[in-house]
């Protein structure tokens, strides 16, 4: 009986499948920082924030899951004004946004180091599609410290969305806050 493949052809094979589970597994905690407890009221839990505690270990990351043409991403909800959870002004333009405009903060991963400023993305959830602008970034570095308003750091998935991106998606308002959805360069 003759084989179908070659063991050349074989050892390919078995390389191209381990190339490919290294390559969803490729973005791993980066390390880890131990929270701290917030200052009195330094900790916004505006849109069900979570602030640090004290002790506790939280993974830092470098990276996010590899892009395709529609990734998948976990939704958050993020004020962009000025006194808002969202800390300070956003990275990109150092200014605060109305939270009725279609913003956004990317994972540090998908941010880029900046590449993605204020360009458009696509985002679909819930039935619908919105596009909104990459303003900020949601720090998967750092966090639970004053710049990141005592929060911890990121997961490296999150697109971190105004409420008019919410809005524009037809969550009703009791259920905002996280939702599975993919996005894309616009």
């Not at 390919?12 to 390390?31: E, K, M, Y």
């Not at 946004?97 to 990317?106: G, K, S």
């Amino acid at each position: 009986m003759t084989s179908l493949f070659s063991k050349g052809s074989v050892l390919v094979i078995l390389l191209l499948a381990i190339c490919l589970v290294s390559a969803a597994q490729q973005c791993r905690p980066s390390g880890r920082i131990r929270g701290r407890k917030p200052p009195p009221g330094q900790c916004n839990q505006e849109d069900d924030s979570d602030c640090c505690k004290a002790g506790k270990m939280y993974p830092t990351y470098t990276c996010s899951p590899p892009m395709s043409g529609n990734t998948q991403a976990y939704l958050t909800l993020n004020s962009f004004e000025a006194g808002g959870d969202g800390g300070g002004p956003s990275e990109c333009d150092s200014k605060y946004h109305n939270d009725n405009t279609p913003v956004v903060a990317l994972s540090t991963g998908w941010y880029n180091g900046g590449s993605r400023c204020l360009n458009n993305i696509s985002i679909s959830g819930n039935g619908r599609s919105v596009v909104a602008m990459v303003v900020d970034e949601c720090d998967s570095t750092e966090g639970c410290d004053a710049d990141h308003d005592y929060q911890p750091p990121c997961p490296n998935n999150i697109v971190d969305a105004s409420k008019a991106v919410w809005k524009a998606l037809g969550v009703s308002k009791d259920n905002w806050g996280g939702l599975d959805i993919t996005w894309s360069d616009a």
